[in-house]
């Protein structure tokens, strides 16, 4: 085992971890605890959107660009199911469904972002896939820009331009860790994407259906030979990948209020995640998640905020010129272990 | 009769490969289809296995009509099929494996049984049940193959090319692992080119040629036929 882990340690993936490690470390002593804390509420988030873009890569080798309109999905969901809870408990206080009502709003946007998934694996992904194989990954990537174009499009036909924000989801003080002041929906976002997170991780270890989704992303005609469905467990991938996203959307809605195109920013950087482990591989992008956040929040801290969008792009080109297959790729293929 | 072919015509897209192909198992007979490089005994396996829509003609499981009614539901009707790239998946643990090979069974405790059953027919892979299935030895992967398709507990076993990729020892051990499930009761149909031992093991035979079966009989029949002797023996 020690010496396992030594040889794990000298990869691309170990010294990149080491790395990031000692980078927080030292950011932390140099400007104070608040680092560590901004890190690991934008890198959650961004875990999130990436874990459901990178399912799809390994999944159903689609190279999504329609992910982003999942996550302005779930922000538009949350605010039309928060905006008149919040407005019926101003005029009627009760303190229990007052700490309820952010877990209504982002519950309904997961279930909205499924259903959405699931209409779009119905009506875009397998009438193509009946069609015609060839050209896969180019086509599908290819329709999914343009779908994004379309949801984008229809955002502002049907909800206007103007944004659409909460103030706030949980009343009361911020709470305090480490002299650092956190809002109550800071806090819970982070709670949210680590409990999400934690969840799909025993999804697909431990059940039936998340072992079939391993094994289609593995072997699709031998998913096939052992009796699986593929249509269904196609439906669910892309339901549970653009359900992740919507999560992702409504727990920050806070932060973006909900517009046509909020969901660029979250789709280019689960890209930069993506790119920067390789693709389709989730646990790459889990701890991708925390690198890249850990990044934007040193570029802003020590460069300036205008940079936050050029530093992971430099880093992505220099991650495609020295090592192709991303800093946790290797050769097998699967979605959860790579 | 437990699996009927009828005249079928297959292919892969505009390509047809099989041209009226007939073929009768019995329940617990071990039967074989030989034939030179492309002659389509693989498309015939994956025809029947679900894998390819057919053009015309019928395959009939139990008396029930299965073909083009799609892979997943061919293996719940009790059809299990080892292709000969094996289809394993390669990131899963041997034990994994074996669980997706399950994947149709609800029954718990069933699941169970057939696990210890597989386990003790293949002992070499309880040793290695935690090993990834891709880091395993070709022998190795073709009793995990077997393995998970046992595991689904099916009434008629389909094997692609069991030898293919072997070394002749390793090939003997998989020919009588075959052998050893025969005896218990189930019906196999072997698809080699392994023509000298696939017709001394079986016990009735199709011979494919060009898309076409040209000769059925007792194994050991073909075994003697001048035409199988010149074509495939050499002598």
């Known amino acids: 085992m020690p010496e396992r882990f030594l040889s794990w340690l000298k990869s691309a993936a170990g010294i990149t971890i080491l790395l990031t490690i000692f980078l927080a470390a030292y950011a932390t002593i140099d400007r104070g605890p608040y680092i560590l804390v901004n890190t690991a509420i934008t890198g959650g988030m961004l875990a999130l959107v990436a874990i459901g873009l990178a399912l799809l890569l390994g999944v159903m080798n689609v190279a999504s660009f329609v992910h982003g309109e999942y996550f302005m999905i779930g922000t538009l969901a949350a605010y039309y199911v928060f905006t008149p809870l919040n407005a019926y408990l101003t005029e009627n206080p009760n303190p229990f469904l007052t700490n309820l009502a952010p877990l209504i709003a982002i519950l309904s946007a997961a279930v909205v972002g499924a259903a959405a998934g699931a209409l779009t694996e119905v009506l875009v992904f397998a009438p193509m896939r009946r069609r015609s194989r060839e050209n896969w990954v180019m086509n599908s990537f290819l329709l999914t820009v343009g779908l994004a174009v379309v949801l984008i499009n229809a955002h502002l036909l049907i909800f206007g331009a103007d944004f659409k924000g909460i103030v706030r989801y949980w009343p009361g003080r911020p709470f305090t860790i480490m002299d650092v002041f956190i809002s109550r929906d800071r806090f819970f976002a982070f709670l949210i994407s680590i409990v999400v997170i934690i969840a799909f991780w025993l999804f697909m270890k431990m059940t039936r259906t998340g072992r079939a989704i391993r094994a289609v992303s593995q072997d699709e005609t031998g998913s096939l030979m052992v009796g699986i469905n593929l249509t269904g467990i196609l439906i669910f991938t892309m339901a549970l990948g653009c359900s992740l996203a919507a999560v992702a959307g409504a727990s920050l809605l806070f932060l973006y209020p909900s517009y046509p195109t909020v969901g660029l920013e979250a789709l280019y950087m689960a890209w930069f995640i993506v790119i920067l482990v390789g693709l389709g591989n989730i646990i790459g992008a889990l701890t991708g998640g925390f690198m890249v956040a850990l990044l934007k929040v040193l570029t802003v801290e020590y460069i300036g905020s205008g940079w936050d969008f050029v530093v992971p792009t430099a880093l992505i080109i220099i991650v495609l010129i020295f090592k192709p297959s991303g800093i946790f790729g290797s050769e097998v293929r699967g979605a959860l272990e790579k | ?235």
């Open chain 2, 1 to 235: 009769m437990l699996l009927e072919v009828k005249q079928l015509n297959a292919g892969h897209g505009f390509l047809q490969i099989l041209w009226d192909v007939s073929i009768q198992i019995d329940v617990g007979e071990y039967v074989c289809i030989v034939g030179p490089n492309g002659a389509g005994k693989s498309t015939t396996l994956k025809t029947i296995a679900g894998l390819i829509n057919p053009i015309s003609g019928q395959v009939l499981f139990k008396g029930e009509p299965i073909d083009g009614i799609g892979g997943h539901k061919v293996t719940r009707k009790g059809i299990a099929f080892t292709s000969e790239e094996m289809n394993l998946f390669t990131n899963m643990s041997v034990q994994e494996n074996l669980l997706m090979g399950a994947y149709i069974l609800d029954d718990k405790a069933l699941i169970k049984r057939r696990m210890t059953y597989v386990y003790e027919f293949f002992p070499r892979l309880a040793e290695r049940r935690s090993q990834l299935a891709g880091t395993m030895s070709g022998g190795e992967r073709k009793m995990l193959a077997i393995g998970r398709a046992l595991m689904s507990d099916p009434d008629l076993l389909l094997v692609d090319e069991p030898s293919f990729g072997l070394a002749p020892q390793l090939t003997t051990t998989v020919f009588e692992s075959l052998d050893k499930l025969v005896q218990e009761g189930l019906t196999i149909l072997l698809v080699e080119q392994n023509v000298t031992k696939t017709l001394a093991v079986t016990d009735r035979g199709y011979v494919l040629e060009n898309g076409r079966i040209t000769l059925k009989g007792k194994s050991s029949e073909l075994a003697c036929d001048p035409h199988v002797r010149k074509v495939f023996l050499g002598v």
